[in-house]
């Protein structure tokens, strides 16, 4: 008999829980299977070797960030400054996984500075949400929504650096004022080019 799909959800799940309360090199296999509660036979049908699982987590990670998460405020047809603004207040809470202090965007992070595959994975991923905030201030500056003198780009780039930001900085400290003067910067600044 084959494994059913809900002991391939139940590993990935347990591996993003380990993953962020202990990291990815001090996760061992056992661990994760102690955790999901699947044979190894189970993990090892579904995943060759860690590297392998670790990857399907981080996909996991990113289709949260854009199921549930603050990408998915991009998704509105609200007006484009507004949607930025939505995106912007969700980021230090974005898709909690029980494990305090953890998200998926802080375990995807986490995994990318540890191995250069999982940067690669992450970098590949958050690519088209660039270029999601790109079309949406250039819509908007084409459509009269945004100051003409915004160069859609250049924004995308300070909006997506900003976020990233905000996101290290919940993993560094546990100090809320730093991300919250961020946000409010770059809010003002956001409401500055609505028209």
């Known amino acids: 008999m084959l ?84 995106a912007l207040d969700a980021l230090p809470n974005i898709t909690k996984m029980g494990t305090v202090g953890s998200s998926a965007t802080d375990v995807a992070l986490r995994m990318a500075a540890v191995h250069d595959g999982f940067r690669r994975r992450l970098t590949g991923k958050l690519v088209p949400a660039l270029e999601q905030v790109e079309e949406i201030v250039g819509r908007g500056v084409a459509d009269g929504q945004i100051a003409d003198s915004v160069d859609p780009r250049q924004l995308a780039h300070l909006f997506v650096t900003i976020g990233a930001g905000i996101q290290l900085v919940t993993l560094l400290w546990d100090r809320e004022d730093i991300w919250e003067d961020a946000r409010d910067w770059l809010k003002e600044y956001l409401n500055s080019l609505r028209r």
């Open 3 to 86: 494994p059913s799909q809900g002991s391939k959800t139940r590993i990935i799940q347990a591996a993003l829980r380990l993953f962020a309360a202990q990291g990815y090199h001090n996760t061992g296999i056992a661990d994760i299977i102690r955790e999901s509660g699947v044979l190894r036979g189970t993990l090892y049908y579904y995943f060759p070797c860690k590297e392998e699982l670790a990857y399907a987590a981080l996909d996991e990670a990113i289709r949260a960030l854009y199921e549930e998460g603050a990408a998915a405020y991009l998704q509105t047809g609200e007006h484009p400054i507004d949607r930025l603004l939505s």
